[in-house]
């Protein structure tokens, strides 16, 4: 059977169409429905709204991409994911490897990149996360690597990167040639389900609200033969987008911009990810002379500036194509503020919400989402700008990393980054601040401020290792006793035994 696909240029328009769907879908009772989702938000979101309308959410098993991806190898007889290739197990994996190649001298960029343990540390881990994604949404370079070839669909300033890094994902395969890797495995498991080797549920909803790994599209397209599948994806524009080309492109090739190719700028040139899961959603997964179905939105009530904008968006047209004469007045519907840093980021948008909610006298925090590219960066900002001061702003932020919601995993992924070498003052001053440490430090005899107090008085860049502590210690008899009851506070800490310390 086709897979069915439907798209939307809305997200509240594409989840209200998935919550109406489960909440007719009659299935009998305990069978439980499986639908892939692409964040934890938005299964929280989900729940909310299917517990609203039908007073209960249950029967429905909402999953992130990894945990599906596991489900269905279960059921496959597939062995689980060796640890090794996920991202932390990459980074211990990577490390020896770096190192062999500085001492190789294989390229000089790389060993400049690994002047020290902690530089090479660091390296490892961005590189466990590169190698990762690139495993799921790089398939055809990876191909290329595999067989020691250059990929040669990279720009020339990535080229000298792509040399050290296609010998480095070598090694490391070779290194783990009797364990296949998540892409590989991706496959086996396609094969396994069209040979009908596995029990598959009756159906199965996907939402996509962004790109979907090009190696989960030939899984998917799998279980539409043996199950029904609707996909429903979040686009931009609900227009054919397989020919859109930006001007800067069609200049590049030597051709005369034509912008009925174009379409919106915006489009071409910020929308390029949207267009390329479109390409990709045609090559795996639409069937010759499938159409796709588009969720109809309701009539715009207004005729601001955010409202044509997002017309012309939609209608993949130039702005104004579509004016009919109509002016454009300045409104306040869409604005763009040129801030120079990301505190001074989160202090307008302050002003700008304190200014939103006295102006519009039925507006509720609920309504109001703030999007932001690091949560990392901009979500201890917004804590510490939102939320002090008057009056103060409620603020929940979605999907943060565990290391910031639980101080004892801080604490410890702070303490390892010590244990790599040389490490500035401030991360110890740091690591005294954490409350899974401050807690301990009175079995010092001493308080956090007297001991962070002779940590500065020290004026040594600090670590775990030997070498390090035999400098600090040779300061004075006194700053050896109190380093060596910081090491025991520490081998506490790590043991998870308060005695200890």
């Not at 290194?175 to 396994?192: I, K, M, S, T, Y």
């Not at 479109?278 to 009530?301: H, R, S």
């Not at 006298?361 to 309504?367: N, V």
């Not at 919601?405 to 604490?411: I, N």
Request: aromatic share 4%; charged share 25%.
């Amino acid at each position: 059977m086709p897979l069915e696909l439907k798209y939307a240029s809305d997200a509240t328009a594409l989840l209200d169409d998935l919550v109406d769907a489960l909440g007719r879908s009659g299935s009998p009772a305990g069978v439980v429905v499986p639908v892939l989702m692409p964040s934890l938000p938005l299964v929280d979101r989900a729940k909310a709204e299917l517990a609203r309308r039908y007073g209960v959410a249950m029967g429905v098993a909402f999953l992130l991409p990894g945990t599906f991806i596991e489900r269905i190898a279960e059921r496959a007889g597939l062995d689980p994911v060796h640890r090794s290739w996920r991202p932390e197990g990459l980074a211990w994996r990577l490390l020896p490897l770096l190192a062999a190649m500085v001492e190789e001298n294989h390229t000089p960029r790389l060993a400049t990149a690994c002047v020290d343990d902690r530089a090479r540390q660091a390296l490892a881990a961005e590189l466990a996360d590169r190698f990762d994604q690139y495993l799921y949404f790089r398939p055809s370079m990876l191909a290329a690597w595999d067989k020691n070839e250059p990929f040669k669909d990279l720009p020339a300033s990535a080229q000298d990167d792509e040399t050290w890094q296609r010998e480095l994902w070598r090694r490391l395969s070779d290194g783990l040639a009797n364990q296949p890797n998540p892409a590989v495995r991706l496959r086996e498991l396609a094969r396994r389900i069209e040979a009908g080797d596995c029990e598959l549920p009756a159906s199965l909803d996907v939402l996509a609200t962004g790109p979907l790994p090009p190696t989960l599209l030939p899984l998917l397209r799998a279980l539409a033969t043996r199950t029904r599948v609707c996909l429903r994806a979040l686009l931009p524009s609900t227009q054919y987008l397989g020919d859109i080309k930006a001007g800067r492109t069609q200049m590049r090739a030597g051709q005369a911009v034509d912008l009925e190719w174009e379409g919106h700028p915006l489009l071409s040139h910020l929308g390029k990810q949207a267009i390329v899961t479109f390409q990709n959603f045609e090559q795996a997964l639409v069937t010759e002379g499938q159409e796709y179905d588009v969720i109809e939105l309701p009539e715009p009530t207004s005729d601001t500036l955010l409202t044509r904008l997002k017309e012309d968006i939609r209608a993949a047209r130039q702005p104004g194509a579509d004016s009919a004469g109509r002016r454009l007045e300045p409104d306040r519907s869409l604005r763009v503020h040129r801030c120079h840093g990301a505190r001074r980021e989160v202090e307008v948008l302050r002003d700008e919400l304190l200014d939103a909610f006295a102006s519009l006298p039925d507006l509720k925090a609920s309504e109001v989402l703030i999007l932001a590219p690091d949560l990392d960066t901009y979500g201890p900002l917004a804590e510490a700008v939102l939320t002090t001061g008057n009056p103060t702003l409620p603020l929940r932020l979605s999907e943060r990393r565990l290391d910031r919601r639980d101080p004892l995993v801080r604490g410890l992924q702070l303490l390892l980054s010590l244990a790599a070498g040389r490490a500035p003052l401030s991360e110890g001053l740091a690591l005294l601040e954490l409350p899974a440490v401050s807690d301990c430090v009175g079995a010092l005899g001493t308080d956090p401020e007297t001991l962070a107090d002779r940590l500065r008085a020290s004026g040594i860049t600090w670590g775990l290792n030997a070498k390090h502590r035999r400098a600090l210690d040779a300061g004075s008899q006194d700053t050896g006793t109190w380093r060596a009851g910081l090491d025991r506070l520490l081998a506490g800490l790590w043991l998870g035994d308060a005695d200890a310390a």
